[in-house]
């Protein structure tokens, strides 16, 4: 199907036997992509014997549709789209044991086993979320792949921000939230050895289109839809985030991603519930340091470094 979306793009009258030609498959195998892409939902004109015209594209991750007007130099390049897998991160984990390069994205339209921190549980259902996972090949000692984590945080939450105009802000280390409620959780992967990294796989679920939540989750998730009170993309969407990661990737050459880090920040200075395995206390998160730790100042005035990954830090108040 993307070969033909990939031709009709333009929104020119197209004939289906240039498309057979140029492709190399029968007319037939025209008509039924063709056919194919009208029940994905694409709004396509069939002009009389001249061909087949697009008149409209439904908002889904397909290629051809994340690719045109995407104008960045590495991140989706290439971008990989698949109707429904286990989890994007996954895939993309295997792809990168097998070779697949620096700024490889691949999506999902659903993700039936989607995780989160500590193997949690990530929902993604059908055409209403985005499932995204953006591999990397960094060339920074493992110490520092903690950075890439709030790295990645900072990059959605900027395309958020860029698209749909809402105050994305993000609860360390890496969950992005709008008006308090969570739109996006973020769960980096890595293969790496004392000496080097070898891959980090960056995922993302963006709540985009879904309206309702269940009961678990109605009271601390939101999606972008919900707080815009409109359909957002899910195209741009992806789009503005590979852009933003571009930008990202930028300020951490630059030396100037912590101070940008903490502009998104909707943990600093904040009261906040440290929920470690067996203990939680209170205190107030005072800043987070250049290799990603958060440092809460508790009561008694003590200072106590939070590594990400061991806790979930909520605020006193409520969710953030
Ligand atoms: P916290 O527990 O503070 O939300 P966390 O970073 O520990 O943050 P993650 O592990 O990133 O949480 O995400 C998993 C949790 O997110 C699940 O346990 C569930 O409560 C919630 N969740 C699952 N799917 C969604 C979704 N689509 N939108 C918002 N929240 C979700």
Same mark, same amino acid.
């Given at each position: 199907?993307?070969?033909?979306?990939?031709? &009709?793009?333009?929104?020119?009258?197209?004939?289906?036997?240039?498309?057979?030609? @140029?492709? $190399?498959?029968?007319?037939?195998?025209?008509?039924?992509?063709?056919?194919?892409?009208?029940?994905?939902?694409?709004?396509?004109? @069939?002009?009389?014997?001249?061909?087949?015209?697009?008149?409209?594209?439904? !908002?889904?991750?397909?290629?051809?549709? %994340?690719?045109?007007?995407?104008?960045?130099?590495?991140?989706?390049?290439?971008?990989?789209?698949?109707?429904?897998? !286990? @989890?994007?991160?996954?895939?993309?984990?295997?792809?990168?044991?097998?070779?697949?390069?620096?700024?490889?994205?691949?999506?999902?339209?659903?993700?039936? #086993?989607?995780?989160?921190?500590? #193997?949690?549980?990530? &929902?993604?259902?059908?055409?209403?979320?985005?499932?995204?996972? &953006?591999?990397?090949?960094?060339?920074?000692?493992?110490?520092?792949?903690?950075?890439?984590?709030?790295?990645? @945080?900072?990059?959605?939450?900027? $395309? %958020?921000?860029?698209?749909?105009?809402?105050?994305?802000?993000?609860?360390?280390?890496? !969950?992005?939230?709008?008006?308090?409620?969570?739109?996006?959780?973020?769960?980096?992967?890595?293969?790496?050895?004392?000496?080097?990294?070898?891959?980090?796989?960056?995922?993302? $679920?963006?709540?985009?289109?879904?309206?309702?939540?269940?009961?678990?989750?109605?009271?601390?998730?939101?999606?972008?839809?919900?707080?815009?009170?409109?359909?957002?993309?899910?195209?741009?969407?992806?789009?503005?985030?590979?852009?933003?990661?571009?930008?990202?990737?930028?300020?951490?050459?630059?030396?100037?991603?912590?101070?940008?880090?903490?502009?998104?920040?909707?943990?600093?200075?904040?009261?906040?519930?440290?929920?470690?395995?067996?203990?939680?206390?209170?205190?107030?998160?005072?800043?987070?340091?250049?290799?990603?730790?958060?440092?809460?100042?508790?009561?008694? $005035?003590? &200072?106590?470094?939070?590594?990400?990954? !061991?806790?979930?830090?909520?605020?006193?108040?409520?969710?953030?």
């Amino acid at each position: 199907m993307d070969e033909i979306l990939t031709a &009709l793009l333009p929104g020119e009258v197209v004939s289906g036997e240039k498309m057979s030609e @140029s492709l $190399g498959i029968t007319r037939t195998a025209v008509w039924k992509k063709v056919t194919a892409l009208r029940e994905r939902g694409f709004e396509i004109e @069939s002009v009389g014997r001249k061909g087949y015209r697009l008149i409209r594209s439904p !908002d889904v991750l397909m290629a051809p549709l %994340i690719s045109a007007g995407l104008g960045t130099k590495w991140a989706g390049h290439p971008v990989i789209c698949h109707e429904c897998v !286990d @989890s994007t991160n996954r895939v993309l984990k295997q792809m990168a044991i097998n070779g697949a390069g620096h700024g490889t994205l691949v999506l999902a339209n659903e993700q039936t #086993g989607g995780r989160g921190r500590r #193997g949690r549980g990530w &929902l993604t259902p059908k055409d209403t979320s985005i499932a995204m996972s &953006l591999l990397l090949r960094p060339e920074i000692p493992p110490a520092r792949v903690a950075l890439l984590s709030l790295a990645a @945080s900072v990059a959605v939450a900027k $395309g %958020i921000e860029q698209v749909t105009g809402l105050p994305a802000r993000i609860k360390w280390p890496n !969950d992005i939230v709008v008006n308090g409620k969570k739109v996006c959780g973020i769960l980096l992967e890595m293969e790496a050895n004392e000496q080097s990294v070898s891959y980090v796989v960056a995922g993302a $679920g963006i709540n985009v289109h879904i309206l309702e939540f269940p009961e678990e989750i109605r009271e601390t998730a939101t999606s972008l839809d919900l707080e815009c009170g409109h359909p957002v993309s899910r195209v741009k969407t992806v789009q503005a985030v590979m852009r933003a990661a571009e930008e990202t990737e930028q300020m951490l050459r630059q030396g100037t991603f912590m101070s940008v880090y903490e502009q998104y920040s909707a943990t600093m200075g904040r009261p906040v519930s440290v929920q470690a395995v067996g203990e939680t206390f209170t205190g107030t998160a005072e800043r987070i340091k250049e290799d990603g730790v958060l440092v809460v100042r508790t009561a008694s $005035g003590e &200072l106590r470094e939070v590594m990400a990954g !061991d806790v979930s830090v909520r605020g006193l108040m409520g969710y953030v």
